[in-house]
């Protein structure tokens, strides 16, 4: 292995989870290794990547960092065996919440962001210095500011947006604390309406930007920019969507012991079993040919939830089951819940983040419902076309990218596999519903047809793997 990347982020699965960033931390960097890249990962010691990771060793000792503390790298071994360091900083890192409340959150991942500018310019003082920074969200996006403030020799920086509308703005009496010159607090630098961006430097600073999904980097060059549309569009030369993946070795029907039985491509009616387990598991009414759709979300405005709200009626017209997993708005919340009281046996709601009840939803349901105003990626309709949970989603960022419309001539070529429709409204939603349920009901060999082709994608990480890869080269390569 040549080539030496460092990534630095927030999140890893499963020790530390807040979203699909989680599972990115975890599968792209194996994914690399597997094309003879070395990649090490560097996050917060959370006490749950601690006892991962043991044993560590301290290799580095950096002293008081941003007020909290004497701060140290340890270095050890994730269970799939990357190396990762862990910024060790109690004072900051107590927890496994990775975005634990508190008026120390800019110093925190400012911290860490220091951090990944050090390992980048120094090295580990044990031989390993990487090639390329590779920094993730706002939580990390200082380090390129970091490196290109402190002039050269120094590592190549990518950014990645995993969702712009997360940007991390913070009052500017920080930037001194932060360690950052003050003649960077200006329009060309960190300084976005006022504030201090996170995000912001990094789109500013970084060598190269990329985002989750071909469709949403063009996306955020207009009105989806989140008031950045100005400098992305200034800095399209150096942006680039890359398609997340799914870990086959974990999003798995065949091999998933989160299912009450395997099934598989080959073996499509063993599915029936998890979807009356499922029913009985939710307390709704077990009938194998009553349709039952699902929800698995963040319970955010941009994922659109109000619009499944809005279509209640029609699940109570229709004699569809509603299943609903998620947790967020308070007020979501309350209507999801008050829905579920009403009409016990035709909708649940579990408020919370449950990894086995999701691996369930997915294999059990008949299809997904992810409405989003906005979504970079999305990895939930991802893992719905792996387990045969056919999607009903909205046309925006890597949902375009990766559900084809069962309009009837794409139905007729052998390449629908989900459900597709555009407007975010009620009414956009409830004929995308309409469309699925009349083939549920209708033309059901037909839904098994579609079945088995989402279920034959490959949106493995293997190719999205070697885009990083040529990216890296490039970036390496290119004298700018």
């Known amino acids: 292995m040549n080539l030496r990347i460092l990534f630095a982020g927030t999140e890893l699965f499963p020790f530390v989870k807040a979203g699909g960033l989680g599972d990115v931390m975890a599968a792209l960097p194996k994914a690399l290794r597997a094309l003879g890249v070395d990649v090490r990962l560097l996050l917060p010691a959370h006490p749950a990547l601690k006892q991962a990771a043991a044993p560590l060793e301290t290799v580095l ?58 390992l980048g310019r120094h090295g580990d003082g044990q031989g390993w210095k990487p090639a390329i920074v590779h920094v993730h969200d706002w939580h990390t996006a200082l380090a390129p500011a970091y490196l290109a403030l402190g002039g050269e020799p120094r590592p190549r920086t990518v950014l990645t947006i995993h969702n712009l509308a997360y ?138 939830l109000d619009l499944i709200l809005e279509n209640l009626p029609w699940f109570q017209a229709q004699g569809v089951q509603l299943a609903v997993l998620g947790q967020g708005d308070p007020d979501l919340e309350a209507r999801f819940l008050a829905a579920a009281r009403l009409h016990p046996e035709r909708v649940a709601v579990r408020i919370g983040f449950d990894e086995g009840l999701s691996h369930r939803l997915y294999g059990g349901a008949d299809a997904l419902l992810v409405p989003s105003r906005r979504e970079p990626c999305g990895l939930t309709q991802l893992y719905a076309l792996r387990y045969g949970a056919l999607p009903v989603v909205r046309a925006t960022g890597g949902l375009a990218d990766t559900v084809v419309d069962a309009t009837p001539e794409a139905t007729r070529e052998g390449r629908a596999t989900g459900f597709v429709f555009g407007e975010a409204s009620p009414g956009a939603l409830k004929e995308a519903l309409d469309r699925a349920l009349s083939l549920y009901r209708n033309r059901h060999d037909t839904w098994v047809d579609l079945q088995r082709r989402a279920m034959a994608q490959d949106f493995g990480w293997t190719q999205p793997a070697r885009q990083y890869l040529e990216l890296y080269e490039a970036l390496l390569a290119s004298v700018d």
């Open 167 to 304: 940007q991390g703005l913070f009052p500017p009496d920080l930037l001194a604390p932060l360690g950052l010159p003050a003649a960077c607090f200006q329009p060309d630098g960190v300084e976005f309406y006022g504030k201090l961006g996170f995000l912001k430097a990094g789109l500013v600073y970084a060598d190269r930007i990329t985002t989750v999904s071909p469709t949403y980097a063009r996306e955020i060059l207009g009105p989806a920019g989140e008031g950045l549309e100005g400098l992305l569009r200034l800095r399209n030369g150096r942006l680039r969507g890359i398609l997340n993946g799914v870990d086959g070795d974990i999003w798995n029907p065949a091999t998933d012991p989160l299912l009450p039985r395997p099934f598989s491509l080959e073996d499509l009616p063993a599915r029936l079993p998890a979807k009356l387990a499922l029913q009985r598991e939710l307390g709704l009414r077990e009938a194998p040919d009553t349709p039952l759709f699902s929800v698995v979300s963040r319970f955010a405005p941009q994922k659109g």
């Open 61 to 118: 000792t950096l002293g008081d960092l941003m007020g909290g503390g004497e701060a140290r790298v340890l270095l050890g071994r994730c269970p799939a065996g990357l190396p990762l360091y862990l910024l060790d900083q109690p004072a900051f890192f107590h927890t496994d919440a990775p975005y634990a409340p508190g008026g120390d959150m800019p110093l925190r991942f400012g911290s860490l962001a220091w951090t990944a500018a050090h």
